[in-house]
């Protein structure tokens, strides 16, 4: 009887996902995959026999003709777009009919989580960012500029004390403690040095916090996002509840601290703080060129009358974790593509060191923030990282009032979206398609010099998102990255080693880009001069 019931209900269960999700986009009129590709597909996915950016790209490419199609991921139906034109209109034209993005969370399931900038929906989001948004200007990174060069001399100072280090390096474990630390100092005024000290509890709790991969994680997001009263009832969340108790009593704990002592200290924390009293306003009118990757902020970030928002403690918090996931994980897999492509492409590694050389002559060997902008090769390095290797293989963005999406081309019959549905622009399958990017396997930073750049459609390089609702701290990020390279091109030479993957072989057990075997490469003391 208890055999029977139970194949009941997956025979039920197999039902409703095929006369509801996977025949979703299909009654509308939309082309998608068949429903034995669908399912195919999902389970991979959730079995982990497949690379998710490899099969948002089979997608891609199914549909060659199409400006849009319907599929499914954990069997979730998505619209996805392929068109940049129509990207630009959903991201940015019509921004109001795509203000939030998919909440696979709620405040009662993940209340911490739920009040991150990330997950904030309509007007809670407006106010949100415009309240944050002026703590991320170009003005604001000037002033965490030391913070930052700080870290960065702390990690090359490592590998030159500890020589026997170099030899085969684990970047993604090297760049993960360094991206740490830069989050320690600069968003949660805690200093740290993981590197010497592997096991502070900084880290060890970033790490619990970070820890989004794996079958199970799999699961639990579908379960979460499926049954969210039952995951309250079950206590079963995405943030790591160790995690979560020791960042809320750092932050407590900061802020009290800074308000009874009068402490004020150039880091995130002071500047929601001050985001709190109202006290910051934007002040761009006179911002550097920061490179080609960051996003110039929306009107709706600028907006003085939204910036009135009082954030609580919890509020606070939120976004200070929010920042962590952003930079932990994110930043310190751009970085380890970075390095893997500088290692093997010496020739273009030793171009770089070169412009870092003469940067350093230029300011009598020290570095300063508005000379680490200035470096153009340096910019052109990373925005190719960027293009090649995605921060996210997607992005998202949930329907807020019903839209129609008017047809452009022949066949095409207008396609009206109800509120709650979800659309996808695809970053991986878009930066690697061959019509915006000519051989888009091949590591090529001149895609991104001065003549060339102006050439690339705007629409077509996504890799903070686009929009209103673009990645706020793409600005941090590139800090990060380019005074870490700075910092370590000028000690050292990044080498293949015998333990290098040439080519990389892309994971299975996590949605975004990361080597299943791992990034490995020697750090070489630089020997004369390389120019």
Request: with cysteine.
């Amino acid at each position: 009887m208890i055999l029977w019931i139970i194949l009941c209900v997956i025979f039920a269960f197999i039902l409703s996902i095929t006369l509801t999700s996977f025949r979703y986009w299909a009654k509308k009129g939309v082309k998608q995959s068949t429903i034995l590709q669908l399912w195919t597909e999902n389970i991979q996915i959730i079995l982990q026999l497949v690379v998710p950016a490899v099969h948002l790209s089979d997608v891609y490419k199914r549909f060659e003709d199409e400006r849009y199609v319907g599929s499914c991921f954990f069997f979730m139906p998505y619209l996805f777009l392929r068109d940049p034109e129509l990207i630009k209109q959903v991201a940015i034209k019509d921004f109001e009919n795509f203000v939030d993005r998919f909440q696979f969370v709620s405040a009662d399931v993940d209340p911490l989580w739920a009040k991150s900038l990330f997950l904030l929906r309509g007007d809670e989001w407006k106010r949100m960012r415009a309240t944050l948004s002026p703590s991320f200007t170009s003005s604001k990174m000037k002033g965490m500029f030391g913070l930052v060069k700080e870290c960065a001399e702390n990690f090359v100072r490592f590998f030159e004390k500890h020589r026997s280090e170099t030899e085969s390096v684990n970047l993604r474990d090297a760049f993960t403690r360094y991206a740490n630390d830069v989050i320690a100092s600069a968003a949660f005024g805690v200093t740290c040095n993981s590197l010497e000290d592997p096991n502070n509890e900084f880290y060890r709790m970033g790490k619990k916090a970070a820890n989004m991969s794996g079958f199970w994680k799999n699961l639990s997001f579908i379960f979460i996002y499926a049954f969210p009263k039952l995951s309250k009832m079950v206590g079963c969340q995405i943030l790591n509840k160790e995690a979560e108790r020791f960042f809320r009593r750092l932050v407590k704990d900061n802020i009290a601290t800074r308000e009874q002592n009068g402490i004020v200290r150039p880091d995130m924390i002071h500047l929601l703080m001050e985001a709190r009293k109202g006290k910051l306003k934007h002040d761009e009118s006179r911002a550097m060129d920061t490179g080609f990757a960051t996003i110039e902020e929306s009107s709706i970030g600028k907006e003085e009358k939204l910036q009135n928002l009082h954030l609580t403690d919890e509020d606070i918090t939120g976004q200070a974790v929010l920042f962590f996931f952003a930079g932990f994980d994110t930043s310190s897999t751009m970085m380890s593509f970075l390095a893997y492509e500088l290692a093997v492409n010496p020739d273009l590694q030793k171009r770089l060191q070169r412009e870092i050389d003469h940067t350093l002559q230029q300011c009598n060997g020290s570095l300063t923030y508005e000379a680490l902008f200035k470096m153009k090769y340096l910019d052109m390095v990373v925005s190719e990282t960027l293009r090649k290797w995605p921060n996210n293989v997607v992005v998202d963005r949930t329907c807020t009032k019903p839209y129609t999406i008017e047809p452009k081309r022949e066949g095409e019959k207008p396609l009206h979206l109800k509120k709650g549905e979800v659309v996808w622009l695809p970053m991986y399958p878009i930066h690697r398609d061959p019509k915006y990017y000519p051989e888009p396997d091949r590591f090529d930073p001149e895609r991104f010099n001065d003549e060339n750049k102006s050439k690339i459609n705007p629409y077509t390089y996504l890799t903070f998102g686009m929009g209103p609702r673009s990645c706020i701290g793409n600005r941090f990020a590139l800090l990060e990255t380019k005074i870490l390279f700075f910092t370590l091109l000028s000690k050292f030479d990044v080498t293949v080693v015998e333990k290098t993957e040439i080519p990389l072989t892309l994971s299975k057990k996590i949605v975004s880009l990361a080597p299943s075997n791992g990034f490995w490469v020697g750090f070489r003391p630089r020997q004369g001069d390389s120019r």
